[in-house]
C-alpha cells in the first residue's frame, strides 16, 4: 500500500496541477472564444484535451507496459483505413524499423464513427482511446456516459468542455439530451469517434446472473458473457446521426486467461496487463431503416459478441483472425526505456521516445520549475500554517485520485463456462426492454 501511495501521489500531482490548467484554458476558450467561432473553439479544445488525455495514454502505453491487441478483418482494416508502417513517422525512424527488423503498424482511419463495444472491464475507456489516438482521434474521441462522471476532478469538467453526452438514466429526458447532442456534432470540424456502450453498465458477475434468470424465465437464449443490450439509446444514436456518420466500428473487449484483469490502481502501480480487442467495421448505409429493425440489429450483434467471447474463452484468442500490432507512434529521434524494463537492457526495451513521453516530461519539468519558483516566492514551509496547507493540498490530490481509481472499479468478475446446450439465438425487444 506504502509503495501505491509513493506512485499515485506523484503521479496525481503531475495529472490533477496539469489538468487543472487545461481546464482554465478549456474555461478560458469557452467564454472568449466559442460565442464567436464554435468551429475554433472545437479545433482549441482538441489540441487541449489531447494534451491531457495523453498523460493517460502514456500510463497505459509506457508506465504500465499495457500490451493492446488489435484482431480484425481485411474488410475492416481497409474501411478504417488499413494499418499503414510509415504513416505520420519520420524518415529516421523508417531507417531504425528496417534496421532492427521490428513489424510496427498504425492505425490512420480518419472518418466519423459510432463506436459500439461491450463493457468489460475498469480501463474499456482508456483502450477505446488508445485506439482514438493511434487513429488520429483522440482530441475528438467522445462518449455517451453517465451525468455523475461530469463531476470528476479535471477529467469530467474536461469532458464536458469536449461536448460528452451526460445521461440520466431517465428516459424521458435522455432521448432530448442524445438527440440535441448529436446534432451538435453534425457541422464537427474533425473526424470524431463517438463511444457507447450498450449494456448500459459495466459487466460483473451478479448482473450477469440476474440477466441470467431473467432470461431463463422468459425462454430466451441465456446470455453467458454480455449483458443483455439496451436499445433505445442505440436507435435514437443511429436515427439522429446517420445522416452524417458512415460507419459503425463493432469492438469485442476480452481479456486473456493469462493476463490480470486492468484497473486503474494497477496502471497506477506500473502493472501490466494484456487486452484482447476485435474490430468490425459496418457500414451505417447497411443499417436497416425502422426502429424495430434497428433494435433486432443490436440485439443480434451482442449475440454474436456472446458467441465471440465463447471462442475467446476456448482459444484465450480470437481464433481465425489476423492480429494486427497497433504499436506506439514515434515523433523524436529520443530513445526511452519502458518503466518497466530499467536495469534489463534488451531489444525490445530498446524503444525512441514517444509524444506522450515528451508530454508527460514537460508536464513535469514546467511543474517542478514552477512548484521551486513558487515554493522560493512564499516561504510555505516556513511556517506551520505553510506546511498545513501543504499537506492538506496533497491530502486533496490523494482523495481526487482515489475518486477517479474508485470511479473505475467493478466487482472482478471470471468469464462463465460454455455449456453445450447454450445456443445463438435472438433476444426478444421485451427482454431488451425489461433490462431498462
Not at 59 to 67: E, L
Not at 95 to 121: D, Q
Not at 282 to 300: F, G, V, Y
Not at 302 to 311: I, T
Request: proline residues 5%; contains cysteine.
Amino acid at each position: 500500500m506504502a509503495i501505491a501511495a509513493a506512485v499515485i501521489v506523484p503521479l496525481g500531482l503531475l495529472f490533477f496541477i496539469s489538468g487543472l490548467l487545461m481546464n482554465l484554458l478549456q474555461a478560458i476558450c469557452y467564454v472568449l472564444v466559442r460565442p464567436l467561432s464554435k468551429n475554433t473553439y472545437r479545433k482549441i479544445n482538441r489540441v487541449v484535451a489531447e494534451t491531457l488525455w495523453l498523460e493517460l495514454v502514456w500510463i497505459v502505453d509506457w508506465w504500465a507496459g499495457v500490451k493492446i491487441k488489435v484482431f480484425a478483418d481485411d474488410e475492416t482494416l481497409s474501411r478504417m483505413g488499413k494499418f499503414l508502417l510509415i504513416g505520420n513517422q519520420n524518415i529516421f525512424y523508417f531507417i531504425y524499423v528496417l534496421i532492427c527488423n521490428l513489424t510496427v503498424t498504425f492505425l490512420s482511419g480518419k472518418e466519423h464513427a459510432l463506436v459500439v463495444c461491450n463493457h468489460r472491464s475498469d480501463i474499456d475507456w482508456l483502450v477505446g482511446w488508445i485506439l482514438a489516438q493511434r487513429s488520429g482521434c483522440l482530441g475528438s474521441a467522445l462518449a455517451v456516459t453517465k451525468k455523475s462522471n461530469k463531476f470528476l476532478p479535471v477529467i469530467g469538467w474536461s469532458m464536458w468542455f469536449s461536448e460528452f453526452l451526460f445521461l440520466e438514466r431517465n428516459w424521458a429526458k435522455d432521448e432530448s439530451t442524445i438527440k440535441s447532442g448529436l446534432q451538435r456534432l453534425k457541422d464537427f470540424p474533425q473526424p470524431f469517434w463517438l463511444a457507447l456502450f450498450v449494456e448500459g453498465t459495466r459487466f460483473t458477475e451478479t448482473k450477469l446472473k440476474a440477466a441470467q434468470e431473467y432470461a431463463a424465465s422468459s425462454e430466451l437464449p441465456i446470455p453467458r458473457n454480455v449483458l443483455i443490450p439496451r436499445t433505445k439509446g442505440f436507435v435514437s444514436t443511429v436515427s439522429n446521426m446517420r445522416s452524417f456518420v458512415p460507419a459503425i466500428y463493432d469492438m469485442t473487449v476480452a481479456i486473456p486467461k493469462t493476463s490480470p484483469p486492468p484497473t486503474m490502481l494497477r496502471l497506477f502501480r506500473g502493472q501490466p496487463s494484456v487486452v484482447h480487442v476485435h474490430i468490425k467495421c459496418h457500414s451505417m448505409k447497411d443499417l436497416p431503416e425502422s426502429d424495430e429493425a434497428i433494435a433486432q440489429w443490436c440485439i443480434n450483434q451482442f449475440v454474436a459478441k456472446d458467441a465471440l467471447l465463447d471462442k475467446h474463452i476456448a482459444a484465450d484468442t480470437f481464433p481465425g483472425q489476423q492480429e494486427q500490432n497497433i504499436g506506439r507512434p514515434i515523433k523524436s529521434l529520443a530513445v526511452s526505456f519502458p518503466k518497466h524494463s530499467f536495469g534489463s537492457i534488451h531489444k525490445k526495451a530498446h524503444k525512441p521516445l514517444h509524444l506522450f513521453f515528451q508530454v508527460v516530461l514537460s508536464w513535469a519539468c514546467l511543474l517542478t520549475l514552477g512548484a521551486i519558483k513558487f515554493l522560493h516566492w512564499s516561504d510555505l514551509f516556513s511556517s506551520w500554517k505553510g506546511m498545513a496547507l501543504s499537506a492538506l493540498g496533497l491530502g486533496v490530490i490523494t482523495l481526487c485520485m482515489q475518486i477517479l481509481i474508485r470511479s473505475s472499479q467493478s466487482e472482478r468478475w471470471t468469464p462463465a463456462k460454455t455449456n453445450d446446450h447454450h445456443h445463438a439465438g435472438s433476444f426478444s425487444q421485451t427482454d431488451v426492454e425489461k433490462d431498462k
